[in-house]
């Protein structure tokens, strides 16, 4: 955790997805946005490899994933498949690059954590490999082991940046509550153990030892104190979502050095507040939790509710750039 103490969190950044199917132009605008926090973006809209499953799939180590009717499923060797999520991947790093020149300073990247991939990712019989404790295992440390590849190839081509690795968890709540449904969709799998979830998560945010781990869900009830135990510097949620039972978590968060990637914009077309209203519910906790106004700049980072891969490529722009005028009005007016 040392090391992750002198990371520089900026005020704002994005969630993941973007639209569109252009890797330069999505690069363009997010780095052209934020400026000192910029992230990697995926493009799912450029079809299977490209959504976040067959993305993270295309990483792993010794372990390959093909596209059947009913989603991923784990075959014997890379095919077609895995090849395209690559070089999808690549293009994506080529981009970054060309864009990063220069730079120093915080850069995300995401991939999918090991429990929403083993809840995704089909075995050869058609059923999630949540169902087996085995492919679990096998799956989480391939899953280490790629993401150690990735995060080296991120460091060779953009030598400045420090680096924060996003694990998207958005499946961990129904993986501890049971309600990952089975092949046939009549039953669910059983709920996993906390102590075993807790534990194949500690290990896999071990493995970016030059830099904080984030984890990210935009589903309700997300387990702030679990993924802490895991390791977790940083947890990124759709803010709307919280409620009042969240509160003892998010404020021992706060208060126990956790960075808070508060998802407060629309990802969706529409109208946006103004920057001081999109953050207001951020002031509103503050507030219920007692917490200091002066902790707001250095404990929260503004970002869009979730991926912003289902709007119009003008309003995700236009949504970037509302996420830093919300972190401007939040560092200006803590009150």
């Known amino acids: 955790m040392s090391e992750n103490t002198q990371f520089r969190y900026g005020p704002a950044t994005g969630v993941g997805s973007m639209p569109g199917?252009?890797?330069?132009?999505?690069?363009?605008?997010?780095?052209?946005?934020?400026?000192?926090?910029?992230?990697?973006?995926?493009?799912?809209?450029?079809?299977?490899?490209?959504?976040?499953?067959?993305?993270?799939?295309?990483?792993?180590?010794?372990?390959?994933?093909?596209v059947e009717p009913s989603g991923w499923r784990i075959g014997d060797r890379p095919g077609r498949d895995t090849r395209r999520a690559r070089s999808w991947l690549v293009e994506d790093l080529d981009a970054l690059e060309e864009f990063t020149q220069g730079y120093e300073g915080a850069l995300k990247v995401q991939a999918v954590g090991p429990w929403t991939l083993a809840a995704h990712l089909e075995l050869r019989n058609g059923e999630a490999a949540l169902?087996?404790?085995?492919?679990?295992?096998?799956?989480a440390a391939s899953l280490a082991e790629g993401l150690r590849l990735h995060l080296d190839e991120v460091a060779r081509r953009v030598p400045g940046a420090r680096v924060l690795l996003q694990l998207d968890e958005p499946s961990l709540t129904a993986v501890l509550r049971g309600q990952v449904r089975t092949a046939s969709g009549y039953r669910t799998h059983r709920a996993v153990d906390r102590q075993a979830?807790?534990?194949?998560?500690?290990?896999?945010v071990a493995v970016h030892t030059a830099g904080p781990v984030a984890v990210h869900s935009c589903s309700p009830d997300v387990?702030?104190?679990?993924?802490r135990r895991a390791g977790a510097d940083a947890v990124s949620l759709d803010f709307s979502l919280l409620t009042e039972r969240d509160d003892d978590a998010v404020g021992e968060a706060v208060e126990g050095g956790t960075r808070l990637l508060a998802g407060v914009v629309p990802t969706t077309d529409g109208p946006l507040s103004d920057p001081a209203g999109s953050v207001m519910g951020v002031r509103t906790l503050w507030r219920r939790l007692g917490l200091r106004p002066?902790?707001?700049?250095?404990?929260?980072?503004?970002?869009?509710?979730?991926?912003?891969?289902?709007?119009?490529?003008?309003?995700?722009?236009?949504?970037?750039?509302?996420?830093?005028?919300?972190?401007?009005s939040l560092a200006d007016n803590p009150e």
């Open 131 to 139: 169902s087996d404790p085995g492919a679990c295992r096998d799956l």
């Open 223 to 227: 387990p702030i104190a679990l993924l």
């Open 21 to 66: 199917e252009d890797a330069r132009e999505a690069v363009k605008a997010v780095t052209g946005t934020f400026e000192d926090f910029p992230f990697l973006p995926e493009l799912p809209a450029r079809g299977p490899g490209a959504d976040m499953i067959g993305r993270t799939a295309g990483m792993l180590v010794e372990l390959y994933a093909r």
């Open 294 to 328: 002066g902790l707001l700049a250095q404990s929260v980072t503004v970002t869009p509710a979730c991926g912003l891969a289902g709007a119009s490529p003008a309003y995700a722009r236009q949504a970037l750039a509302h996420c830093v005028r919300a972190a401007r």
């Open 197 to 204: 979830v807790e534990a194949t998560l500690r290990d896999v």
